[in-house]
């Protein structure tokens, strides 16, 4: 699995690749460290440079692509890592999971894909929460589903940006 993970990451697309090693993670067959190590080792393979940048990435909380794609991006602005699958509790004891956060400044971020997303009633359900959590925790937001994350448009780093008082390095 290790070595699976490396190859991927020296070859696929980086988001692609990240998502990959993301999920290689979760499941439990290869860690960060491990690959890592195996991947500092390799000397002069294509595509060592991206496998050794984003082997630094890899994170077993990330729960889907989107959400591997969605923190690439905002590493790749320039932003500090967010804090994935974030969990925040309510008075009643109810924990909601926020994809990614930045919980001292109350900003959060989640991917909206196309499966739990698109329906009319799952567009009323993450109003809903995202909506409750604005108004009990003051949380804001800035989301995004593939068509924002995997194109050239900055708009989603911009707006992110936006939040966190800075300004992302765009080219």
Known sequence: PVRTVSDLL????????LAAADAFAR???????????FVHRLKGYPG????????????????SPGESWQRLRILDAGFPPPVPQFEDVDSLGRTWFLDHAYPELLIASEYDGTEFHTAQAHREHDEDRRGFLTEVHGWRWVNAGRSRLLGPDTAFEEEFGELLGMAPPLA
């Open 10 to 17: 020296r070859r696929l697309y980086r988001p692609y690749a």
């Open 27 to 37: 499941a439990g067959l290869a860690s960060r460290a491990e690959v890592m190590q």
């Open 48 to 63: 060592i440079v991206q496998a050794r940048s984003l082997s630094r990435l890899i994170d077993p909380r990330a729960q």
